[in-house]
């Protein structure tokens, strides 16, 4: 056989250079847009676009179309643009997400007629509690969130119980990001010590920071390798024809999250992934 020749060793050793960085404009500003738009429920005008991203309204124009065209952006009688729920319609087809939602809702359907209460299951997304499931009380007063709404984590016992059980590493990074950004409302020490608490009963039970008169009651749900993957959380409120009192749905809240995650695979014997003794950092 023939040694390679002096040309084929150039050809291997160029393989070795780095690949440009490739630009796609168009998709940076469709980005722009949708990220834009998300913390604007209200909707807004392509001036007010243009003026919040520092582009021309020529750069934006056409993308805007587009997105109004392939259902992202719905375009209102008083020419204002908001987000409609296709991202959020994609979302929900991602297979993970599918197998959440097909083992949570029969045992949510079953807990809200054993509770008396509204319940829905909360995922988090960025630095976000994202209520991904609800299912409302049977009874005609009732409270309960919206589907697809999302909250500061520390403003939700959903958001504190997925931060809690999360690993150590993960945990401190998020905790670290909240507080940067000033969003934590509360202490380090403060935070540590409810998450703490959160880890040693695996659960929080506690009045709602948002809504007076409202209890909390939140449990994790497991995958099978024994990681946090939502939080089941009933918004508890006293009236006069409901059944059961707090500690009686909290067991149920419990029980039903415990069933959620043996749907997902987890053991009844396996070992959470996080522990209080972990939970040191806030």
Do not use: W
């Not at 920071?209 to 099978?224: F, K, M, Q, W, Y």
Request: aromatic share 4%.
């Amino acid at each position: 056989m023939s040694e390679p020749s002096a040309k084929g060793a150039n050809k291997i050793v160029s393989l070795e250079t780095p690949r440009p960085e490739y630009k796609a404009p168009a998709a940076d500003k469709a980005l722009d847009i949708l990220e834009f738009m998300a913390e604007r429920p209200d909707g807004v005008t392509q001036t007010e676009i243009s003026l919040g991203l520092g582009r021309s309204i020529s750069e934006i124009y056409r993308i805007i179309q587009l997105l109004e065209k392939r259902g992202y952006l719905i375009k209102t009688p008083t020419d204002r643009y908001r987000l409609s729920l296709k991202l959020f319609e994609l979302a929900h087809a991602h297979p993970p997400v599918n197998r959440l939602i097909d083992a949570a809702l029969p045992v949510m359907r079953t807990l809200v007629l054993n509770a008396d209460q509204s319940c829905h299951l909360v995922v988090l997304a960025d630095l976000k509690a994202l209520v991904l499931l609800q299912v409302d009380s049977p009874l005609p007063m009732r409270y309960s969130v919206a589907l697809g709404s999302s909250f500061p984590i520390f403003e939700t016992s959903s958001g504190a119980v997925l931060l809690a059980t999360m690993p150590a590493k993960e945990r401190d990074a998020l905790t670290d990001q909240i507080f940067d950004l000033g969003e934590a409302e509360q202490s380090r020490e403060e935070v540590a010590e409810r998450l703490k608490k959160i880890a040693e009963l695996d659960y929080e039970m506690r009045p709602s920071l948002a809504v007076e008169g409202c209890t909390n009651i939140s449990a994790p749900v497991r995958d099978h390798r024994g990681e946090t993957v939502a939080a089941l959380t009933v918004p508890y409120l006293k009236q006069k024809k409901v059944r059961f009192d707090r500690a009686s749905v909290l067991a149920a809240t419990r029980a039903a999250a415990a069933e959620i995650s043996r749907a997902l695979g987890a053991s009844d014997r396996s070992e959470p992934r996080t522990r209080a003794r972990d939970v040191q950092k806030g």
